[in-house]
């Protein structure tokens, strides 16, 4: 690809975006499709459905997050159905400040994040197009210049909402560059961009010392009192703060509870009113929404003084919790370390899923159902069947503690974990142990864990190693099973004819003697036994199998040993078990024969080929399974 070009062509659409006509002609163009009159809440609602939303399991999911955002569905259906699309539809919340709170690396500036680059992408769309007034430094809305006499009947006629008045820079400028004659003032589209400070502002507070109320209101410019000769001049005034710049867009308070309380007093009136005051101005108007983020214990500080009653009042607070999914905590790692400069080292398959497995067991809370224990409740969570347990007793679950996903281990501290092991090894590859001696060595130099949590925590270390024993176990079995694959599809052949005779109430031919005989009931049973299949339900079993195998016939196409998923697992596990000591031997050997020798290189060649290993951590999980089969 010519870079060049590329940047040609970037130029060129942005060029093709920009329009400039005359108030008349953007009235003309409102009366067409008044969508560009929207507020800002109604501009960041209709970019996040405009990408699309899908139902699943009863909770909305918007696939405006889905890139950057995992395992917060719910979380994310409450943030934009309870605070943007009310907002959106000019209810009370547009009045009140969003404030994120939640624990560290959860998310919340991610989701801000998102927000920003969103709404600078949407700008440059037909449907989130954004019309100002020419030279504005506050990039107003144009139909802040019809009178308010008349804007009753302008809103009748063209379908809008006009709220808000002219800024004291175009009230100047109309006065005395057009004479009041408001159809001669020139309108342009602008496009939303946090580095060019259109439409987006972000707040971070410093020493309050130090720190000034004009980086967020503006200030007098001092050099141009002269020439002017009045403070209350809006030419020597700079409208440059960041509640200036964000108007029409959204404006970001990093750690907002940590500012200093004069400029948090600023926001009261423009929550409310949609205003603010600024220099020896009349009140300012604003459209822009307010996004915080905070951490809980200075959510908890900053209520419990009585002195910010006043600004509590206008919070929508929303809670954003850790991912409480292990299969989206791995995608939360996938992200981290394809944004590193880890991303050329191999990680082996499930190292994510046992650090998955430890961070979720330490943000879950005690189930008070019975017989429900924390591994049993991570499963459900996932979307794992748990036998004797319903998706009522999920939902029952989830709605137990409010508070649940509000503390724990954090992303960010298993991804430091992950390359402190990386670079103090060198290692080319890193596989599940490398990643859980990992976590269990930083826990003596996390700042922030108690004794007691310590040792919670070395347990889950514990559990996570067992689901990642069972599963490296899963895997060698797996590669083994298909070196037998011939032994495999015998045992599954064997098994149907057997399920037939019974069904039938027939015999079957012995293969050696030709003799018939009854259905080999240990066979049947010594392989239904491995997915869990009851003597009580093994008739329905069989005869489910039999049902599969007569639809399959009549439409003309085999059943065989791919066809039925839980068949195949129940043949696999039949098999490695009348392998085990084959597989033992194999995997354990330090000086294999030939057919030893065959049979591994055949095992590593496919768990490379189809499992995502490398020769090194192939070669380490045989030793490892090895090892584990001769306990």
């Known amino acids: 690809m010519d870079i ?20 008349r002609d953007y009235i003309d163009l ?34 405006f997050f889905e890139k950057e955002i995992f395992g917060l569905d719910r979380t994310m259906e409450r943030l934009v159905e309870e605070y943007f699309h009310s907002a959106a539809r000019r209810l009370d919340v547009r009045k009140r400040i969003l404030l994120l709170m939640g624990p560290v690396s959860g998310g919340k500036s991610t989701i801000v994040t998102l927000l920003k680059k969103g709404l600078e992408q949407f700008s440059r769309m037909d449907k989130g197009a954004v019309y100002a007034i ?41 006065r005395t560059e057009y004479g009041g004659d408001i159809e001669r003032v020139p309108v342009e589209r602008v496009l939303i961009s946090e580095e060019n400070r259109v439409g987006i502002g972000t707040f971070s507070p410093s020493d309050p010392k130090s720190q000034d109320i004009a980086d967020l209101t503006g200030s007098i410019d001092f050099s141009t009192i002269t020439e002017y000769g009045s403070e209350s001049d809006p030419r020597a005034y700079r409208f440059d703060g960041e509640l200036n710049k964000a108007n029409r867009g959204l404006m970001e308070f990093q750690e907002m509870l940590k500012c200093d309380e004069k400029f948090l007093w600023n926001l009261l009136s423009l929550t409310q009113e949609g205003n603010f005051k600024a220099g020896r101005f009349a009140l300012i108007s604003a459209d822009e929404l307010i996004v915080a983020h905070t951490n809980e214990s200075e959510y908890k500080s900053f209520i419990s003084n009585k002195k910010n009653e006043a600004l509590q009042s206008r919070m929508i607070v929303m809670p954003i919790p850790y991912n409480l999914k292990v ?21 082996a398959p499930h190292a994510l899923r046992a650090a998955a497995i430890f961070s979720i067991l330490t943000r879950l809370k005690e189930s008070k159902k019975q017989g429900m224990d924390l591994v049993k409740k991570m499963r459900m969570y996932d979307g794992e069947e748990v036998e004797g347990y319903k998706e009522a007793d999920l939902k029952e679950m989830q709605n137990e503690y409010a508070e649940e996903g509000m503390s724990g281990i954090d992303p960010r501290y298993v991804i430091n974990r992950i390359s402190s092991a990386l670079i103090k090894h060198d290692l080319p590859c890193i596989n599940a142990l490398d990643v859980l001696r990992a976590l269990k060595d930083g826990l003596d130099q996390h700042p922030s864990i108690t004794k007691e949590e310590r040792e919670k925590y070395l347990n889950f270390i514990s559990v996570a190693r067992k689901e990642y024993d069972n599963l490296a176990k899963k895997e060698v079995q797996k590669a083994f099973v298909y ?33 018939e005989m009854d259905p080999d009931e240990r066979l049947m049973r010594s392989i239904e036994e491995q997915i869990g299949v009851s003597e009580n339900a093994k008739k329905a079993f069989r005869e489910e199998i039999l049902i599969r195998i007569s639809a399959f016939s009549r439409k003309g196409r085999k059943f065989d040993y791919n066809t039925h998923e839980r068949l195949r697992e129940a043949i696999e596990k039949k098999l490695f ?27 590593t060649k496919r768990l490379i080929d189809e499992h995502g290993y490398c020769p090194v951590c192939a070669n380490e999980l045989l030793r490892y399974v090895g090892s584990l089969l001769n306990r």
């Not at 067409?32 to 939303?53: C, F, K, L, N, W």
């Not at 084959?582 to 290189?601: A, G, H, W």
């Open 327 to 347: 299969t989206q905590e791995e995608k939360i790692y996938t992200k981290l370390i394809g944004q590193s400069d880890m991303s050329h080292v191999h990680i």
């Open 134 to 174: 020419k030279g504005c430094p506050m990039h107003e809305e144009p139909l802040h210049l019809i009178p308010s006499e008349l804007r009753s009947d302008v809103e009748r006629e063209l379908g809008v909402r006009i709220e808000g008045n002219l800024c004291p820079s175009c009230q100047m400028r109309l």
């Open 30 to 63: 409102l009366r067409r499709d008044p969508t560009p009159a929207m507020t800002a809440h109604a501009r960041v609602y209709e970019m996040i459905v405009s990408q699309g939303v899908e139902e699943s399991g009863g909770v909305k999911q918007y696939k």
């Open 577 to 603: 078990a009348d392998l085990k000591d084959i597989v033992k031997i194999t995997t354990s050997t330090k000086t294999p024969d030939e057919n030893q020798l065959k049979r591994i290189n055949e095992v």
């Open 483 to 515: 070196s037998f694959e011939e032994s495999a599809r015998t045992l599954f052949e064997n098994y149907l004819d057997n399920i037939e005779a019974y069904c039938n109430w027939a015999k079957i031919k012995d293969p050696l003697t030709g003799e």
């Open 4 to 23: 060049f070009k590329r940047i040609a062509e970037y130029r060129a659409e942005s060029e093709k975006l920009s329009w400039t006509g005359t108030f």
